[in-house]
């Protein structure tokens, strides 16, 4: 048994070796593509263009129900995590192995932001790693409050509307505050794909099945 056990953590340290091998080249490319995206525009200089908008609201003017289904929907170990979820990430590499291709991207809030700051929706590992990069640090200069404030005022609804504020107004006429529960729900669900699962879009495809029935 003694020799099965030994033979398997060899194996699983070969593994790993390997790995860290094979993923150098990606995460060197994936650091200097980080680099130089924060030389160009550092990442206080984001966070103010963010944090100045018109349209920005506090944390404190956002319903609390939709505060706790974002997280629970988008990322249910935030304040746990260092910007980065490894189990996540173990769960998303899964499931995509068993699709052949990108269809969870295990991304944290922080990562989300990360991205919204800086790179565009395109799925590769050299992004990931400089998303990754870019959410360490805004961990470190940050709180996860001021992070999830940042991230709620700039990811997108669809048609046109950036951040919580918009969004509210647009599709309820009404404010973050103020939002119901039914609302909260299909705002947190519309950020899954923004131009397919906006309360308008839904609302078509609902008419558009009932007049075919």
């Known amino acids: 048994m003694r020799k099965v056990l030994k033979r398997l953590a060899v194996f699983l340290l070969l593994a790993v070796v390997i790995g860290a091998v094979a993923a150098g080249p990606t995460v060197y490319r994936g650091y200097a593509l980080y680099r130089e995206a924060v030389r160009e525009t550092p990442v206080s200089v984001k966070a103010e263009e963010i944090q100045s908008r ?17 997280i629970e929907s988008e990322d249910q170990r935030f304040y746990f995590h260092f910007g ?16 052949g291709s990108f269809v969870e991207g295990g ?18 590992f050299e992004r990931k790693v400089a998303e990754a990069f870019v959410a360490f640090q805004l961990e470190r ?23 919580i504020k918009k969004a509210a107004q647009h599709y ?16 947190v669900y519309t950020i899954k794909c923004p131009n397919l699962y906006n309360p308008t879009a839904l609302k078509m495809e609902k008419t558009v099945k009932r007049s075919e029935k």
């Not at 991304?107 to 800086?118: E, G, H, P, R, W």
């Open 54 to 70: 018109a349209d920005y609201v506090r944390l404190e003017e956002i319903s609390d129900s939709f505060i706790e289904k974002v």
């Open 84 to 99: 980065v979820d490894p189990l996540a990430i173990l769960r998303a590499a899964k499931n995509d192995l068993l699709a």
């Open 107 to 124: 991304s944290t809030i922080t990562q989300q932001l990360a991205k919204n700051m800086y790179f565009d929706s395109d799925k590769n």
């Open 141 to 163: 200069e940050y709180t996860k409050d001021e992070i999830l404030e940042m991230y709620l005022n700039c990811i997108y609804f669809g048609e046109n509307c950036y951040g």
């Open 172 to 187: 309820f006429n009404t404010t973050p505050t103020a939002l119901s529960e039914e609302q909260a729900d299909s705002l």
